[in-house]
T-cell receptor, first 113, second 115 residues
């Protein structure tokens, strides 16, 4: 069965600093991978996705993620964090495109001035 | 172009009651999935509807049922509510064909509180 691990429950960064959120997945083949962001009390917004091809994918709001098959990872990065990036971030995996998506437990990002 | 919409926004029920949540997919989408997100957790897949039939199901009891209508909108029904059913219920839609298949777009959710 597929699974997703987000090892960091809570991360605090200073505004303007760089950010990396970790995500590890468990699945035999190449999965479909996603990062979503959720503001308090809101639904999920898709930041970016990886299906195949270039392992470095660009998303909205200046985010990018890199798929590393050897490490079963799909870490999310941003070079300079803005206060508006404070939210909860979810990594998700879909095995083979059947849309039965498994989410990680999320990483809550706090941005301090 | 409207995104995924859900109704109602909030709902309060008591144990043992039944509830129906509604979802309208994004324009051009024909597949609807439902997720339950308990407080402090990631969303968990309940089931998915395509062509008015349940295509996949997660690890949820039969108290959770659904329906998809010819216009692709969907309902989630939960019978015999338990306190543990309190959660944010998210609807996601996707297109089986086209330029962006297999990518789910989420609605704002319905917050269900069971007392």
């Amino acid at each position: 069965a597929q699974s997703v691990t987000q090892p960091d429950i809570h991360i605090t960064v200073s505004e303007g600093a760089s950010l990396e959120l970790r995500c590890n997945y468990s699945y035999g083949a190449t999965p479909y991978l996603f990062w979503y962001v959720q503001s308090p009390g809101q639904g999920l917004q898709l930041l970016l996705k990886y299906f195949s091809g270039d392992t470095l994918v660009q998303g909205i709001k200046g985010f990018e993620a890199e798929f590393k098959r050897s490490q079963s990872s799909f870490n999310l990065r941003k070079p300079s964090v803005h206060w508006s990036d404070a939210a909860e971030y979810f990594c998700a995996v879909d095995s083979g495109g059947y849309q039965k998506v498994t989410f990680g437990t999320g990483t809550k990002l706090q941005v301090i001035p | 172009d409207a995104g995924v919409t859900q109704s109602p926004t909030h709902l309060i029920k008591t144990r043992g009651q039944q509830v129906t949540l509604r979802c309208s997919p994004k324009s051009g989408h024909d597949t609807v999935s439902w997720y339950q997100q308990a407080l402090g957790q990631g969303p968990q897949f309940i089931f998915q509807y395509y062509e008015e039939e349940e295509r996949q199901r997660g690890n949820f009891p039969d108290r959770f049922s659904g329906h998809q209508f010819p216009n692709y909108s969907s309902e989630l029904n939960v019978n015999a509510l338990l306190l543990g059913d309190s959660a944010l219920y998210l609807c996601a839609s996707s297109a089986s064909l086209g330029t962006d298949p297999d990518t789910q777009y989420f609605g704002p959710g319905t917050r269900l509180t069971v007392l």
